[in-house]
C-alpha cells in the first residue's frame, strides 16, 4: 500500500502531525509513506523515518504559529502533486494535513478547500465531502459556502447526483452493501409541511424520491435537530445534510479528534484530518495526532476496498 501525506500549511501542526504520525511503531509497516509539503518544518518536529519518500515544496520559510501567505504556493503545489500521483497510479491514496483557507486566499488562491482543489486536479467526476468518525458517516450537499447561499444552490438534479455518488461510493469504498441514507431538511423541522420553507417539498424531497426510484435506499427530509440521533443508533448508514455546520456540527461533537475527511466522487481516494492549523498551538508539542492516525488507517481501507471491488 502507498500513501501520500501532504503536510498543509508549515506554520500549522501538519508538521507536527504527520511527524508523529510516521514515528515508529504507529506508523503500519505495510505501508510505503511518501510526504509532500515542507520537510523542512516536519523534520523540525521530528526527523523522518528511513525509507519514507519526500517530495519537498517549499516557497517561503515559516515559522510555528507564523503563518505567510508566500508559502501558499507551496502548499497548493504539494497537494496538486500527491493527487497527480493518486491518478497516475504511483500512489493507492492520500491523507492531508490542515491548510488555512484565509491565507489561501490572501495570497491570491481562489480554491475554498482541499475538495474543490482536488476536484480541479482531478478533473473528472462529482466530489462530494464526507466526514466519519465514531457512529457517524456525514456527507454535505453544499460546503465552503456562505450561508445566505445555501438555499438558492439547492436544486434537484445536483442532490440526486450527490446522493448517486454518496451511494456508490458507500458500496464500493466502504464495502457496504445496501447502504441507508436519511436526508437532512434545509429548515427547522424540515420545513413543517410549508411553514418554515418549501425547499423540503420543491427540491429535497424530489431527490429523493428519483434516487429511490434508481435503487437508492435514500430517506427524508427529515428534521436534522433529531436525525443525527438515530444515525448514531445505527438506523442509518449516513446522513447527508444540506450545508457545512448542519453535518459537521454534530459529527464533530460525536467524534472529534477521531473523525476523517474523505472526498468521494473523485478517480482518487483522499482523507483528512477533521480540525484546521491550530496556529495558537503549533511548535508547543500539543497537537494531537489521532485524526491524523485515524485518515491513514481509513485511507488505507479504502484503498483495499477498491483493489477488492475491482477485482
Do not use: W
Not at 433529531?226 to 461533537?253: I, T
Amino acid at each position: 500500500m502507498r500513501i501520500g501525506l501532504t503536510v498543509g500549511d508549515p506554520a500549522g501542526i501538519g508538521p507536527e502531525i504527520v511527524a508523529a504520525a510516521l514515528a515508529p511503531g504507529l506508523a503500519p509497516a505495510q505501508i510505503d509513506f511518501c510526504v509532500y509539503g515542507d520537510i523542512e518544518a516536519v523534520e523540525r518536529s521530528s526527523p523522518l523515518p528511513a525509507g519514507v519518500a519526500q517530495h519537498a515544496f517549499q516557497s517561503a520559510r515559516v515559522a510555528p504559529g507564523k503563518p505567510d501567505p508566500a508559502a501558499a504556493t507551496g502548499v497548493v503545489q504539494s497537494i496538486q502533486a500527491a493527487a497527480r500521483d493518486c491518478l497516475a497510479g504511483n500512489l493507492d491514496a492520500m491523507a492531508t494535513g490542515p491548510i488555512s483557507k484565509e491565507v489561501l486566499g490572501r495570497a491570491g488562491f481562489e480554491f475554498p478547500g482541499h475538495t474543490e482543489l482536488l476536484a480541479e486536479v482531478a478533473g473528472s467526476g462529482r466530489a462530494v465531502m464526507l466526514l466519519v468518525g465514531g457512529e457517524l458517516r456525514v456527507a454535505l450537499a453544499t460546503i465552503h459556502l456562505a450561508l445566505r447561499d445555501v438555499a438558492s444552490s439547492l436544486e434537484t438534479p445536483g442532490l440526486i447526483d450527490v446522493l448517486g455518488v454518496l451511494h456508490g461510493d458507500l458500496v464500493r469504498r466502504f464495502g457496504i452493501g445496501a447502504p441507508r441514507i436519511a436526508v437532512c431538511g434545509l429548515n427547522p423541522h424540515a420545513g413543517e409541511a410549508g411553514r418554515f420553507g418549501d425547499e423540503e417539498a420543491r427540491i429535497i424531497e424530489p431527490a429523493v424520491l428519483a434516487a429511490r426510484e434508481h435503487g437508492i435506499d435514500a430517506q427524508g427530509p427529515f428534521s436534522a435537530d433529531s436525525l443525527f440521533h438515530q444515525a448514531v443508533a445505527g438506523r442509518y448508514d449516513a446522513v447527508l445534510a444540506m450545508y457545512h455546520d448542519q453535518g459537521l456540527g454534530p459529527l464533530k461533537v460525536h467524534a472529534f479528534g477521531r473523525a476523517v475527511n474523505v472526498t468521494l466522487g473523485l478517480p482518487l481516494i483522499r482523507t483528512s484530518v477533521d480540525h484546521g492549523t491550530a496556529f495558537d498551538i503549533a511548535g508547543k508539542g500539543s497537537a494531537d495526532v489521532g485524526s491524523m492516525v485515524q485518515a491513514i488507517e481509513l485511507a488505507a481501507m479504502l484503498a483495499e476496498n477498491e483493489r477488492s471491488d475491482g477485482a
